[in-house]
């Protein structure tokens, strides 16, 4: 009786050790990516016309593209929005400058880029794997569907704007700062041909 028993002792143990180590070299490989945003991007980018293709040639899976959508439009308002809106939370760490003699206060994302990222690459995966099965598959007149995502995208994106235009920031990095200050007496010699 006690060898039934540890046998299956032995099973449970060896699954959560499996499931360690594959969770290990997933966050492993998971981690090598974060330095390269732009392939992981492009990667992505496959990833979505692979599933836009795959739904254009089924003819269907508009629900589940659908929600794809209306989630994606919510990873977007967090990527695009202040870790501390100050609307709502009035607090006592870094906030948003709201004059020009205000400090200089880092752009702080309530959703960081690798999360955005990792979330969208997700939400495609899922939703590939729903177009297998026809359950997913609800008939609906689609082009409804498609014009009510596009009016709460720019309800949306609208509300978005008019809080980054009173809170005075913009969300998105353009790269560093250079300054390019006077021209030194040596690069403007040059160019007149003395």
Known sequence: MEGTGGNGDSATVSMNKWKRDVSMVFQFYLDKTTPHSVYRWIGTFVLGIIYALRVFYLQGFYVVTY????????????????????????????????KGSD?????????????????????????????????????????ILLCYWFVLFVLTMKRQIMHMIKHRYIPL??????????????????????
């Open 173 to 194: 990095n353009i790269g560093k700062q250079k300054y390019t200050g006077k021209k030194s007496y040596a690069s403007t010699s040059g160019s007149r041909g003395d």
């Open 103 to 143: 400090e200089f206060k880092p752009f702080i994302r309530r959703l960081p880029e690798f999360k955005f990222w990792y979330a969208i690459t997700k939400a495609f995966c899922v939703a590939f794997c729903m177009t297998l099965f026809s359950m997913f598959d609800v008939p609906v007149f689609w082009p």
């Open 67 to 98: 929600g794809l959508g209306i989630y994606m439009l919510n990873l977007l308002i967090g990527f695009l929005s202040p870790l501390v809106d100050p609307d709502l939370e009035p607090s006592e760490g870094p906030k948003l400058p709201t």
